[in-house]
């Protein structure tokens, strides 16, 4: 239960391996388009992190088999990269990490493929505003379920609703590290939110209901009801005065 403050020059280390996983992902979410299969997808991210001579985080991962996570439609989390090929009208979230010089950084963002359903269009934006929000309260001084509060009340008032089986995550020296970082609940609990900590904020947000259930691969979360699922990370520093996005591009 001990969480981890990172000094200056750990700090300079998880600047590092935060803007190689923007760079990374934001060359990812620029190549989807229709016909190509989330496995090219996984294979330009692994050719991306070799040649900054740096790591993929999740492979291995537990036993994880990719690079990245690919989540397409009703599958929320953890879709494992492959020959599924990516249609107009789809959303697909993207979710990578980059180990450099013995730190991790971690983002994810959603992207919606040609003309989508306006019910996604809402989905998609209110998982964005929530984790703008909650970017917005990571402040020293804060408490961490601030953090989680603001993401429950952007994504129900936009009628969506959110998972409640995972949640963000400390980050550092280990991809999940203490605290917990949870997508829901009330405010004003848990630890304060102090200068050092970084954090991994990733709301995952649903159309429909909020239940999720795990495929038989043992990785892919799905929404239970069938409906589709949005997600956004941003690893943060909480620096004296204020917080730093690391993974912003
Ligand atoms: N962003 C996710 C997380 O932090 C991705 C992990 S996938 C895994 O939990 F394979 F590494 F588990
Ligand atoms: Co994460």
Redesign the pocket.
């Known amino acids: 239960m001990k969480i981890p403050l990172k000094s200056a020059a750990e700090l300079e280390g998880m600047r590092v391996s935060c803007r190689m996983t923007a760079e990374v992902l934001g060359r990812v979410a620029a190549a989807v388009q229709p016909g190509v299969t989330t496995g090219e997808l996984d294979e330009l991210a692994r050719k991306l992190i070799a040649d900054m001579r740096a790591r993929p985080?999740?492979l291995g991962?537990?036993g994880?088999p990719a690079a990245m996570?690919i989540s397409v439609n009703d599958e929320v989390?953890?879709g494992i990269p492959g020959r599924r090929v990516v249609m107009p009208g789809d959303v697909v979230s993207l979710?990578v990490?980059v180990y450099y010089r013995g730190f991790h950084g971690?983002s994810?963002t959603t992207v919606m493929v040609g003309v989508v359903d306006p019910d996604v269009i809402r989905l998609v934006e209110a998982t964005r505003r929530a984790l703008e929000a909650a970017l917005a309260v990571a402040r020293p001084g804060a408490r961490l379920s601030d953090v989680s509060h603001i993401v429950e009340t952007t994504a129900k008032s936009a009628g969506c609703s959110v998972v409640r089986e995972?949640v963000?995550?400390g980050i550092g020296r280990e991809?999940?590290e203490e605290p917990q970082v949870a997508n829901f609940g009330a405010a004003g609990r848990g630890p304060v939110l102090r200068p050092g900590m970084t954090l991994?904020i990733?709301p995952m947000v649903n159309l429909g209901r909020p239940e999720v259930s795990v495929l038989d691969d043992k990785?892919t979360v799905v929404t239970r009801d069938g409906q589709p699922s949005a997600h956004f990370?941003h690893t943060v520093a909480v620096l004296e005065g204020g917080m730093e996005i690391l993974s912003r591009a």
Do not use: N, V
Request: proline letters at 0%.
């Open positions: 985080s999740f991962y537990r994880y996570c989390i953890h979710d990490g971690d994810a995972f963000g995550h991809l999940h991994a990733e990785w990370e």
